[in-house]
């Protein structure tokens, strides 16, 4: 843009109504960013990017810090740290405070840090002899500041998979807060997380939305036991991050195809593929070589985050679209989600990109082995022409047993994050048992992610984050302190996300729990 377009884009931040001071600065900081010049691109890849066949999701020309951290606060805990004057905790309120005080200094794409780290792990051994009201005391005042300084819904903890005092009084608390910050995950192994943990999960969800359920099992052969998630439902190695995230819209690499479906595996898919390997390569490169973040960030200088952990992500959109259209082409009428020809196209298309990502190497990104990671790509609040990531469109979705079925397989190659959101009946917290057979049931299936809605609480789910249905209601007038809520409001009015199909949920549907 030039510097007319420029102004004009810095006056319209500047007197927009509905965002805060600290959302206008970053705002501003993001206008500033974009008038460099963009790292240098091959033409294909540019004009590829203009299109928006890739996306850099809109992450900056000049990217300067890295899109997510995930500081292992193990080791800031046994150090301290320098640059902020703080030495190692001993007791759980110097603990609490450490952590406070290191969330205010971890960049990331959205200004405030994406990882709060593993909650119960680390706060466990500061337990001791505290009563359950006095941890549940400590532990409130910890996430009511989390939400009030950290205003932004990709903001992520982690618990389990082992029982704790500590990931028990999380969710007690966070029932009880009922607000957006944190996002939850509770990790889940079949041999080791017990029933009634996943329930206190489950009846968590009823309240507000989270935490998501990983199986772990399948995280840890991809990502080693150090791993966390992040933002939405991101996994990446502890101790580094992701460069960057971007994607490619598979909708559009379907319409630019003319020729065979095996053409399209021969020549289509990769060319695409590519372009996007290259795009990141750019990112990457410019952020570690020109920008030099890891040489000269605290986080970086005094071992909290290291660039041998370090990885990006190969995101993807429009899984459903490219099926229906490529079936549509070869003469049938299939539909993702609903046909067996339709479901095995959608999970040889998810395959063969794994194929593609873990072969092409990526440099910079030691943390998994010198190759970036497959991602399902959850979309943008402006998205209206393609169904987010390798998810079924709203609205479509089939039965819950069926709906599970279909997109199972496609879970197995995204190491770095996939999610399937599943609304279901308010009748299920009258059986919130039945839920823990379902996320067990799903996990045997080979889901990695098990996300889902009622509908009677104050949050939808839009992508893997919470907004509040009551931040909606007045934001195009006066806004909303979380800046995420920017993106609920725009995705729900574009999207309509609360049209999900409902699922009844009957625990029969996966046959009796599995043995404790």
């Given at each position: 843009m030039d510097l007319d377009e420029l102004r004009s884009e810095v006056r319209r931040v500047l007197t927009d109504p509905t965002l805060s001071f600290h959302q206008r600065r970053h705002h501003l900081a993001v206008l500033a960013e974009n008038s460099q010049p963009y790292a240098d691109l091959p033409e294909d890849v540019a004009e590829a990017l203009n299109k928006r066949i890739i996306c850099d999701l809109y992450e900056g020309h000049a990217p300067y810090r890295p899109r997510y951290l995930l500081p292992d606060y193990r080791i800031a805990f046994a150090q301290g740290s320098e640059f902020v004057e703080m030495g190692a905790p001993t007791t759980l309120e110097e603990a609490l405070d450490f952590l406070t005080v290191l969330y205010g200094h971890v960049p990331s794409i959205t200004g405030y840090p994406v990882y709060l780290g593993d909650l119960d792990r680390l706060l466990e051994p500061f337990v001791g002899d505290l009563t359950d009201d006095e941890l549940d005391h400590h532990l409130r005042r910890f996430l009511l500041l989390a939400d009030r300084l950290l205003p932004d819904a990709f903001v992520h903890?982690?618990?389990?998979?082992?029982?704790?005092?500590?990931?028990?009084?999380?969710?007690?608390?966070?029932?009880?807060?009922?607000?957006?910050?944190?996002?939850?995950?509770?990790?889940?192994?079949?041999?080791?997380?017990?029933?009634?943990?996943?329930?206190?999960?489950?009846?968590?969800?009823?309240?507000?939305?989270?935490?998501?359920?990983?199986?772990?099992?399948?995280?840890?052969?991809?990502?080693?036991?150090?791993?966390?998630?992040?933002?939405?439902?991101?996994?990446?190695?502890?101790?580094?991050?992701?460069?960057?995230?971007?994607?490619?819209?598979?909708?559009?690499?379907?319409?630019?195809?003319?020729?065979?479906?095996?053409?399209?595996?021969?020549?289509?898919?990769?060319?695409?593929?590519?372009?996007?390997?290259?795009?990141?390569?750019?990112?990457?490169?410019?952020?570690?070589?020109?920008?030099?973040?890891?040489?000269?960030?605290?986080?970086?200088?005094?071992?909290?985050?290291?660039?041998?952990?370090?990885?990006?992500?190969?995101?993807?959109?429009?899984?459903?679209?490219a099926v229906n259209e490529l079936m549509a082409r070869d003469g049938h009428d299939g539909a993702y989600g609903h046909d067996d020809a339709a479901n095995a196209l959608a999970h040889r298309i998810v395959h063969a990109l794994h194929e593609f990502v873990e072969a092409r190497p990526m440099p910079y990104c030691e943390g998994t082995g010198g190759r970036a990671l497959l991602h399902s790509q959850a979309g943008l609040d402006t998205d209206t022409s393609m169904t987010v990531g390798s998810r079924l469109p709203i609205g479509t979705e089939p039965g819950l047993l069926e709906h599970i079925c279909a997109v199972a397989p496609n879970h197995d190659c995204f190491a770095s994050g996939v999610s399937d959101i599943f609304h279901v009946e308010d009748t299920v917290m009258e059986n919130p048992e039945a839920m823990v057979d379902i996320i067990r049931g799903a996990f045997a299936e080979g889901m990695r992610d098990f996300t889902f809605n009622v509908g009677s609480n104050d949050f939808i789910r839009i992508t893997g984050y919470l907004v509040r249905k009551s931040d909606l209601e007045g934001f195009a007038e006066h806004g909303a302190r979380h800046g995420s809520t920017t993106f609920g409001y725009g995705a729900e009015t574009n999207t309509g996300v609360t049209g999900r199909s409902v699922k009844r949920v009957v625990s029969r549907e996966f046959g009796a729990r599995a043995p404790q």
């Open positions: 903890a982690n618990l389990g998979p082992e029982d704790s005092r500590v990931a028990r009084s999380v969710l007690r608390v966070d029932r009880k807060l009922e607000q957006v910050v944190p996002n939850l995950t509770l990790r889940v192994d079949p041999e080791v997380t017990p029933d009634d943990l996943i329930l206190e999960g489950v009846r968590t969800v009823f309240a507000t939305a989270k935490p998501h359920f990983v199986n772990h099992p399948l995280m840890v052969r991809d990502l080693g036991e150090d791993y966390g998630v992040v933002s939405c439902y991101n996994s990446l190695p502890v101790g580094g991050g992701s460069h960057t995230l971007s994607r490619l819209d598979l909708r559009q690499v379907a319409l630019l195809h003319d020729g065979s479906l095996e053409d399209f595996f021969a020549t289509t898919l990769p060319r695409a593929a590519e372009w996007l390997a290259r795009l990141m390569e750019a990112r990457i490169r410019y952020l570690v070589e020109e920008v030099q973040w890891f040489e000269h960030d605290f986080l970086a200088t005094e071992g909290i985050v290291s660039l041998d952990r370090m990885t990006a992500m190969f995101g993807i959109v429009g899984l459903a679209e």
